[in-house]
């Protein structure tokens, strides 16, 4: 396909400006290719991004994405990215009441401690040490898989070799996760914080047989090499600022403002026509990148669509004045909050909320987890509210579908608001309410965000913040070599949707640069 006349001539147009764009400009460029990315909103970085959703208030959120686990430290360093984490010393804690008393299970701060927590929860050493096993099946099944997904697919049989651990692989890749969790474990919490992992932005019950929360899980334990989630210093936009700053640094041209609204491809070249404020203009491209949903791609190229993708979540981010106490007498605040603190997610707690859920009711016990990110990083508050004590919240809930709000957003996220809050309430000594921040208005600071709110402010698909269901990390029938690739020959898909995807990783923007780099 010949540009038309008039038309600027890049070797990659990449449509989107969201981190996984950006890693595939930056990589492109730094190989010597001409580079355009496209990006709709006045700036970069999709939902990996930091801002002050408060007014007058000096406390930069990571408003969306908000902890990294999948980003490869390959990525960092080749680009030269001056992005740093931060590791939390508490991995969970997770408050429940006991024999009409309250208690909760705090892992991290030592094996020692962890130990102790273990033992003062379930009367003994049973539950510690299959959790030691469980998880020392994990971390083997995470350093063989985790270096893959920068390396072409493998195939399902090569996988399973390199993992080489026949038990691991029926747990994880064959069997509904609930299974292994509940031949592991007895204790119906300790079954609840493992599950956990497998339903984080997936509806699924442990035992869906079609097995997508054991993909959830499988890239929720796999980061790294570890399964670490690591807290962003400076927050989430601070990756996405270096990595705009090494494509930009590289040659890449960075548009802000500019939509991409169509693609026309003959498979050897290709035209992308944008628009602005100032009207619509052509950019001819030997590969396009599309970092957005499998939904955007088809729209752009007028193929048929996808499956609709639905996103099951509910994201809240607040400020506070100070961290509330908790009934519980024995631990600390600012370690309960310091990891991820869960909330009504025992084992038979989120099977009912999925039950609920599914048959189109509310949650009566939403469950969520919230973590305290200026604990571990201080640098997102302005100075005088770190003086004063101020403390950031984000809470993630679970199980609660895009379907349950089509009726009436607005009314069912106030709901489902109170409901959450008031099931973290139960367990705090103070009303949160009393905690929480005012902003320059007077009004609390604190904002929610539903599936459908999502695929409005940020094109994620039903909400879904992984743009549709994960998938297995290897090859399977028309995935192409790097499992980016569409029915275009010269069109990638570079966002959370193709295959590695989801998550903060760059994965996708790295495979998908090595595509073109090999072609």
Known sequence: ?????????????????????????AYLARAGRSVLVLERL??????????????????????????????????????????????????????????????????????????EAFARLTGGTREYEAWQRFYAMTGRVARRVFPTLTEPLPGRDELRRRIDDEAAWRALFEEPIGVAVENTFSDDLVRGVVLTDALIGTFADAHDASLAQNRCFLYHVIGGGTGAWDVPVGGMGALTDALSAAARSAGAVVATGHEAVRIDTDGRTAEVTY??????????????????????????????????????????????????????????????????????????????AHAQAAAGELPAAPPSEIYCHSLTDPTILGPDLAERGYQTLTLFGLHTPARLFEK????????????????LDAHLAEPLADCLATDAEGRPCIEAKTPLDLDRDLGLPGGHIFHRPLSWPYAGPHTGRWGVETRHANVLLCGAGAMRGGGVSGVPGHNAAMAVLES
């Open 1 to 25: 396909m010949p540009a038309t006349e008039g038309t600027r001539a890049y070797d990659a147009v990449i449509v989107g400006g969201g981190h996984n764009g950006l890693v595939a400009a």
């Open 42 to 115: 006045d700036h970069t970085g999709g939902a990996a991004v930091s801002t002050r959703p408060f007014a007058g208030i000096d406390a930069r959120l990571s408003r969306y994405s908000y902890l990294v686990s999948l980003l490869p430290r390959k990525i960092v360093d080749d680009l030269g990215l001056d992005f740093r984490v931060r590791t939390r010393t508490i991995s969970s804690y997770t408050p429940v009441e006991r024999a009409g008393r309250p208690t909760g299970l705090l892992v991290g701060g030592g094996e020692r401690r962890t130990r």
């Open 275 to 352: 628009r602005t404020a100032d009207g619509e203009r052509t950019a001819a491209a030997r590969h396009v990148l599309v970092n957005a949903s499998p939904r955007e791609l088809a729209a752009l190229t007028g193929d048929e669509p996808p499956e609709p993708a639905e996103g099951a979540q509910l994201k809240v981010n607040m400020l506070l004045r100070r961290l509330p106490r908790l009934r519980d007498p024995g631990t600390d605040p600012r370690e309960a909050f310091a990891g991820t603190f869960h909330i009504a997610e025992g084992y038979r707690q989120l099977a009912a």
């Open 408 to 423: 009436d957003n607005d009314a069912v996220r106030e709901e489902l608001l109170e409901l959450t809050l008031a099931q």
